[in-house]
């Protein structure tokens, strides 16, 4: 087996990658990958693209890892920042550091590709992203948001685990959303339907395109929704409008219309059988119109077109009331300075037994009524 280092990919071709990849979920398709570095997405942010390869010894691709240096924790969701300024309180330096992650992108799925899912060239690339790390003087190596059969193999590399909360919402064969309804408990359906009706009696329609749909002015609006909800939070709005025109046969965008005018919009991405909210925006208050553009027409186009998962985004535990459960997602990490390992094992153990704990509390306020 041959191993490379390609810091673009530009350099590998799409069906190559993609033939490891799938086509399941859209995140590590080369498409979507290629789309943060062509709408220049990474490097002005602290993202410096790394991709480990392996091919075999015919020059065939049969393993590959989209892995980044990066020089802060921006847009990550998996948050060290606190590890970063304990390094930093003790004169040391946590950036750079490798993680292999999507960027922006708090969603569950594939990190370590390998022909035939082989899971002894995913170990190979593995260990190839230690022993990189290490001879670059990198303070750590981070896999985030790993499906569960690559994190019980990281697990035999990585001596940090870690686990947090999403809230995705699953489609058991629904016929329509009253259907949907009708399994929650009186209260929660209630509270649904007068947050749908609110939307309505303000006289704003709701409608759905595909990103490939989309003409000059929408396209302005919606990336102008997406601009502005970071403006509002001080935050930075890393994608560029050129990014979501590059991934634009991978969109859905949810309009609101008020007398005809766009006054809301939401960004989602459709994969194979999931949909992912991801970001919203909108001109100015409308009661409960956050909730209509970002869950509710989202569970109805997922019933509409039989796609099995919406997950829309990271955190609130506000939508477990609107039908969305929880669910555990994975990190794993390897940090190099023995006494900073130390110390972060016994940290992680309390902040597992502490989230074992609130996952059970989360799972007791299901609002699904009970099937007799």
Known sequence: MQLSICESLKNIPAQQWNALAGNCNPFIQHEFLLAFETGQCLEKFGWFAKYFLIHSADNELIGAMPAY??????????????????????????????????????????????????????????????????????????????????????????????????FHWKNNHYKSFDEFLSLLKPKKRKNIKQERRKVSDQGINIKTFKGSELDKTQWEKIYYFYQITFMKKSGSPTLSLDFF??????????????????????????????????????????????????????????????????????????????????????????????????????????????????GKQLAASSPFRAIE
């Open 245 to 358: 025109k590059s991934i634009a046969d991978s969109l859905l965008v949810i309009f609101a219309f008020h007398k005809d005018e766009i006054v809301a919009g939401a960004i989602c991405i459709l994969g194979k059988d999931t949909l992912y909210g991801r970001h919203w925006g909108c001109y100015e208050n409308y009661d409960s119109l956050h909730f209509e553009v970002c869950y509710y027409t989202g569970i109805e186009y997922c019933i509409k077109h039989g796609l099995k998962t919406f997950e829309p985004g990271a955190q609130g535990e506000h939508k477990i009331s609107r039908g969305f459960l929880p669910v555990k997602t994975w990190s794993a990490h390897q940090v190099f300075h023995p006494e900073f390992k130390r110390i972060l094992l016994q940290h992680l153990d309390r902040e597992s037994l502490a989230l074992e704990e609130y």
């Open 69 to 166: 240096e990066k020089h802060n924790s921006y847009g990550e969701f998996v948050f060290d920042w606190a590890w970063a300024d304990a390094y930093q309180r003790s004169g040391l330096e946590y950036y750079p550091k490798l993680v292999i992650s999507i960027p922006y992108s708090p969603c569950q799925g594939p990190r370590i590709l390998s022909r035939n899912n082989d899971p002894e060239i995913k170990k190979t690339l593995i260990k190839f992203a230690l022993d990189f790390s290490a001879k670059n003087s990198y303070s750590s190596t981070h896999w985030l948001f790993n499906l569960k059969e690559d994190f019980e193999i990281l697990r035999q590399f990585t001596e940090l685990q870690r686990f947090d909360y999403q």
